[in-house]
């Protein structure tokens, strides 16, 4: 069979009898037969004949096509080289975290094994470790026959989940343990086995101090908990804090007699200090693992209470961590956040934060609490956060305005591993909002 080409040549030697344009045909021959992605087969000698009747017409035609499918392929080829320097660039980055993750995960093992929780259930929205299923809302029945224990965060909403755990543990006759407090948990951690067993039988768990009681049941167990954002959080136990001086957050010093920044100084990440809870730090036995110097950083105040409330021996104990120490364990904790938590709710968003509750331990969250709603009573202002404010030298009105607090370097130290932990929990909670509801904001 002859091949096309051969015969287009033909037929253009034969259009040379009719005009001088044999060669400028071969030509154009030549082009359709370069750019056959334009110009299918089954158009080429219709192609040729056109060319041959209206030569000036075609041509120009043609060398158009020919230009612009030039510059879609060099269009092509650019995008591809820079969808695989993407890719190349993403492997390298992916590898890149990959050893981070490993090594700061060695470096726990090593230095702070405690903080490394196995028998708690991962989150029911996005833990890889709980569920492999697309379908993860209808997988939930170890979530729903496990213990739970909410990790109550004071002047976040706490108060009002801890309430709600009480009613729905009533309506529901399901046992529920005593408030997990720093003096509580030390004795629930020295219990002996047969002790435990009688523990064991507890469905429900709350309380400041109630991280890594998971580790001390025997069955399944989940965790859930409640953030809010760390400058807010400070505002309010430093009001709180003004009238309620026999709280055992705000035993130590006298919110009525420091300035909002030594509040912050003074108290410094609380969730942090929660999920790095060891009950040994808060055993008298052991008052040596602790440096105590009788007075708060950054604060003008000597601190008159000796016997020192556990969540404060906790603080002192990670104020002698270094910068290396307190970094692995901010990547390590956000790293892994997913993994502590089956949920996660925000304070600024209760009501949904019920719902997602809810879902996860069937349990009647939003039907029960009708007091979950999103209140903001704090005020930001000067005035409205200065303490003693006519006792007060003028230079003082600057240490009450948060706003001057956001190039602080010491206080956004103090507060860096709460914002850390803050930012990954909104992630976290957006994908919870988006499974659960079906919707992307």
């Known amino acids: 069979m002859v ?30 037969y370069v750019q ?5 087969m089954m158009r080429v000698y219709e192609s040729v004949l056109l060319f041959l009747l209206f030569p000036t017409t075609v041509l120009p035609f043609i060398w158009q096509q020919s230009s612009s499918s030039n510059k879609i ?25 990959n050893q981070q993750r490993a090594q700061t995960e060695a470096y726990i093992l090593k230095n702070f094994p405690w903080i490394v929780k196995n028998n708690s259930l991962g989150n029911y929205f996005t833990s890889g470790r709980t569920h492999n299923s697309a379908d ?14 909410f990790l109550h965060q004071s002047q976040s909403g706490g108060s009002a989940i801890s309430d709600c755990l009480e009613t729905i543990a009533k309506k529901k006759a399901l ?9 509580k948990r030390v004795k629930w951690d020295k219990m002996d086995e047969k002790a435990r067993a009688l523990g064991d039988k507890f469905k429900i768990h709350s309380g400041d101090s109630a ?32 009238t309620s001086l026999g709280d055992e957050r705000c035993s130590v010093i006298n919110a009525n007699k420091v300035t909002l920044r030594e509040w912050i100084l003074h108290q410094g990440s609380t969730v942090f200090q929660k999920l790095l809870f060891r009950s040994d730090i808060c055993d008298k036995r052991n008052s040596h693992l602790i440096t105590y110097n009788n007075t708060t950083p950054g604060s003008k105040l000597k601190i008159k209470n000796e016997n020192l409330p556990c969540w404060y021996k906790q603080k002192l104990h990670q104020q002698q961590l270094t910068k290396t120490d307190r970094q692995h364990l901010i990547n390590y904790i956000t790293d892994n956040l997913d993994e502590y938590f089956a949920a996660i709710g925000l304070y600024d968003e209760l009501e949904n934060s019920a719902h997602i509750f809810e879902h996860v331990f069937q349990l ?49 130290d103090a507060l860096e591993p ?17 499974r659960l509801f079906n919707k992307i904001e």
Not at 7 to 28: K, N, P, R, V
Not at 36 to 40: A, C, D, R
Not at 74 to 87: D, G, I, N, P
Not at 372 to 398: I, W
Request: charged share 20%; proline share 4%.
């Open 136 to 149: 993860v809302l209808h997988d939930g029945k170890d979530y729903t026959n496990s213990a739970i224990v």
């Open 175 to 183: 046992p529920k343990s005593e408030f997990m407090s720093g003096s």
């Open 3 to 32: 091949p096309w080409w051969t015969a287009m040549y033909d037929l253009c030697a034969l259009g040379s009898i009719w005009y001088h344009g044999g060669q400028l045909c071969m030509t154009f021959v030549h082009l359709i």
């Open 36 to 40: 056959i992605e334009i110009l299918p």
């Open 364 to 412: 009647p969250f939003s039907r029960v609490c009708k007091n979950l709603k999103n209140t903001r009573n704090d005020e930001l202002s000067v005035g409205n956060n200065r303490a003693n404010n006519n006792n007060k030298p003028r230079d003082d009105l600057y240490e009450n305005d948060p706003a001057n607090f956001q190039y602080d370097s010491e206080v956004l």
């Open 211 to 242: 991280f890594g009681l998971c580790d001390q049941l025997r069955g399944k167990c989940s965790y859930f908990t409640v953030v809010r954002n760390p400058m807010e959080h400070a505002l309010s136990t430093y009001q709180h804090c003004k």
């Open 73 to 97: 392929s060099r269009t092509q080829k650019e995008v591809a080289e820079a969808l695989k320097m993407l890719t190349v660039q993403q492997t390298k980055q992916e590898l890149f975290e």
């Open 418 to 434: 709460d914002y850390q932990i803050y930012w990954k929990a909104q992630q976290i909670f957006k994908q919870q909002k988006q």
